[in-house]
C-alpha cells in the first residue's frame, strides 16, 4: 500500500542550482498536485494536473515547472533555487470528481 | 481571493477533554470541507470531511458541524488521547476547473497532556 511516494525526503541547494521533485502514485488517480508548506500559512497549491500531458497553474507558481508525462508520475522542478523555496513540499493525488485528496509524507528542501 | 480562517494556533488540552477547532471560510460556492491531522514528519492525512449539504458528521470521537450561514465548520475531538496530539489543518474547496481546489487553513498544534 504504497499510496503517494515522494523523493527525496531531504534536499539541500545552494542558490542558483536546480533541481527536480519526483512524486509517484500508485492508486490509478488521474488528478496530481503539488503544494508547498510555509510556517503558519498552511499549505498552497503550486501546480495541478487532471491528466496525463496537462497542467495548470495553482495559487503561488512562480519560479516553479512541473510535467506530467506519465499519469502515476507529477515532477516539480526549480530551475533556479531562491531561498524563498526554502518549504516542505507536499504531492497529492485524487480521482476526477472526487473532491478527497491523499498527501505524500513531504519533501524537505532548503536553499541556503 | 478566498481564504480560510482557523484558531486556534494551538491548543492544549487535559487527556480525556474535549477540543474544538473552529475555521471560517469567505468562498460562499465552497461545498466540500476536509480536516487533515498531519503527524510529526508525515503527510497530511484525511480525517473527516463533509459536504455542504450536511450540518453535522461524527465517526466515533470525532465530528465536524457546519454552518454554512455563517460560513464556518468545526472540528470536535472527545475523550481526547495522547495520539491525538498532532497539527490539525481545515480546509474549504468547491469544484472549478474540473477538480476541486482546496483552500487550506493555517493549521491548529494540538497537544493532548498526559
Not at chain 2, 492544549?12 to 468562498?27: P, R
Not at chain 2, 475531538?77 to 480546509?91: L, N
Request: aromatic residues 10%.
Amino acid at each position: 500500500n504504497a499510496g503517494v511516494t515522494q523523493t527525496p525526503k531531504f534536499r539541500v541547494l545552494k542558490t542558483g542550482q536546480s533541481m527536480t521533485l519526483l512524486c509517484a502514485q500508485d492508486m490509478n488517480h488521474e488528478y496530481m498536485y503539488w503544494y508547498r508548506q510555509d510556517p503558519g500559512m498552511g499549505l498552497r497549491l503550486i501546480h495541478y494536473s487532471v491528466g496525463e500531458g496537462t497542467t495548470a497553474k495553482g495559487e503561488v507558481p512562480d519560479g516553479y515547472n512541473v510535467s506530467r508525462l506519465k499519469k502515476q508520475n507529477f515532477l516539480l522542478g526549480l530551475e533556479s533555487a531562491a531561498p524563498s523555496q526554502t518549504s516542505v513540499y507536499f504531492c497529492a493525488s485524487s480521482t476526477p470528481l472526487a473532491p478527497i485528496q491523499y498527501f505524500g509524507a513531504g519533501t524537505r528542501l532548503s536553499v541556503l | 481571493g478566498e481564504n480560510v480562517e482557523q484558531h486556534p494556533s494551538t491548543l492544549s488540552v487535559q487527556e480525556g477533554d474535549s477540543a474544538v477547532i473552529k475555521c471560517t471560510y469567505s468562498d460562499s460556492a465552497s461545498n466540500y470541507f476536509p480536516w487533515y491531522k498531519q503527524e510529526l514528519g508525515k503527510g497530511p492525512q484525511l480525517i473527516i470531511d463533509i459536504r455542504s449539504n450536511v450540518g453535522e458528521k461524527k465517526d466515533q470521537r470525532i465530528a465536524v458541524t457546519l454552518n454554512k450561514t455563517a460560513k464556518h465548520f468545526s472540528l470536535h475531538i472527545t475523550e481526547t488521547q495522547p495520539e491525538d496530539s498532532a497539527v490539525y489543518f481545515c480546509a474549504a474547496s468547491r469544484l472549478g476547473s474540473g477538480t476541486y481546489k482546496y483552500i487550506f487553513g493555517t493549521g491548529t498544534r494540538l497537544k493532548v497532556l498526559a
